[in-house]
């Protein structure tokens, strides 16, 4: 019985292949920066200034996120080993990427 058991506990266990788990994280980080540049250009051209940028930058981190998710099927345990690789990863890294293209964007459009 207790053969039984203890093989059990370890068919439970989640196996993780590490190289397939930072391929994903490398699709995110280029997923998050796209978006963060898409999102700049958008907010340039919109004429979007000041703290409204900012909140616009994470609302798009948000929408980029929900898009990933629905991306795995909100199975997300089956491409990385926990929700906060897709909620967290990179949505710092994108922030300059934002701003750049933000300030060229609103330049192009609205000083020029």
Known sequence: MDKNKSS????EIPTFNVENIQN???IINYSRTF?????GVIAGILGVNGLTGIVFYFLV??????????KTEFSVH?????WNRIVFDGILG???SFVL???FAYDMVHIF
């Open 94 to 96: 994108g922030l300059m």
């Open 101 to 103: 293209f933000w300030t």
């Open 24 to 26: 994903n994280t490398r």
């Open 35 to 39: 978006m963060s540049i898409i999102g």
């Open 8 to 11: 059990d506990a370890l068919d």
């Open 61 to 70: 981190m948000a929408i980029t996120t929900a898009g990933l998710a629905a």
């Open 78 to 82: 089956s491409y990385f080993d926990s």
